[in-house]
T-cell receptor, first 116, second 114 residues
Framework: QQQVKQSPQSLIVQKGGIPIINCAYE??????FPWYQQFPGKGPALLIA?????SEKKEGRFTISFNKSAKQFSLHIMDSQPGDSATYFC???????????????FGTGTKLQVIP | KAGVTQTPRYLIKTRGQQVTLSCSPI?????VSWYQQTPGQGLQFLFE???????NKGNFPGRFSGRQFSNSRSEMNVSTLELGDSALYLC?????????????FGSGTQLSVL
């Protein structure tokens, strides 16, 4: 069961463009939504994360927009650069509160290419 | 501070063999989780260990197992390898608190089953 659906699968933008990656989730118990960035030959690295009590979070050129009622969230990359070319994964998680462990559920990834 | 270290980096095995992958977490991190990454499927959760105890397990067959040692280092074992087990296996460590749920991934072990 794919609980986090991510689109598009791949994306090509010109330098300076604003790529947008979208994710939708099903489980309303999710309360932590991170985005991970992965370069070839490396493991994913946390880029930015949001909790559902806010509708937007910005860190540098990266912005998460969150729509709780629609159960959707998206990543926007402002003024994209060739160095942003990577695979981006959205994810969702239920917070651990009772000493147990709730797994992180990842989307299937978006391969972004920023051309000069 | 050293990052998450996974060994070996690459591994080639044949069907029916077994394999053991190793993961050393960031110092002070007691939670270690394992993920299988394949093209088109993203990252699939295998299991998570905390203080030598498995706290959660994904939907993988019993051929996939793991353990964690007292120093938080973890190993993952796959027995009776199948062609479909070819994938990048990622280990992640974290502090795993409500205020800090960031996963730190290693570079992975690329397993090829022939």
């Amino acid at each position: 069961q794919q609980q986090v659906k991510q689109s598009p699968q791949s994306l090509i933008v010109q330098k300076g463009g604003i790529p947008i990656i979208n994710c939708a989730y099903e489980n309303t118990a999710f309360d932590y939504f991170p985005w991970y960035q992965q370069f070839p030959g490396k493991g994913p690295a946390l880029l930015i994360a949001i909790r559902p009590d806010v509708s937007e979070k910005k860190e540098g050129r990266f912005t998460i927009s969150f729509n709780k009622s629609a159960k959707q969230f998206s990543l926007h990359i402002m003024d994209s650069q060739p160095g942003d070319s990577a695979t981006y994964f959205c994810a969702a998680k239920i917070a651990d509160r009772s000493g147990g462990y709730q797994k992180v559920t990842f989307g299937t990834g978006t391969k972004l290419q920023v051309i000069p | 501070k050293a990052g998450v270290t996974q060994t070996p980096r690459y591994l080639i095995k044949t069907r029916g063999q077994q394999v053991t992958l190793s993961c050393s977490p960031i110092s002070g991190h007691r939670s270690v989780s394992w993920y299988q990454q394949t093209p088109g499927q993203g990252l699939q959760f295998l299991f998570e260990y905390f203080s030598e105890t498995q706290r959660n397990k994904g939907n993988f067959p019993g051929r996939f197992s793991g353990r964690q040692f007292s120093n938080s280092r973890s190993e993952m074992n796959v027995s009776t390898l199948e062609l479909g087990d070819s994938a990048l296996y990622l280990c992640a460590s974290s502090l795993q608190t409500y205020t800090n749920e960031k996963l730190f991934f290693g570079s992975g072990t690329q397993l090829s089953v022939l």
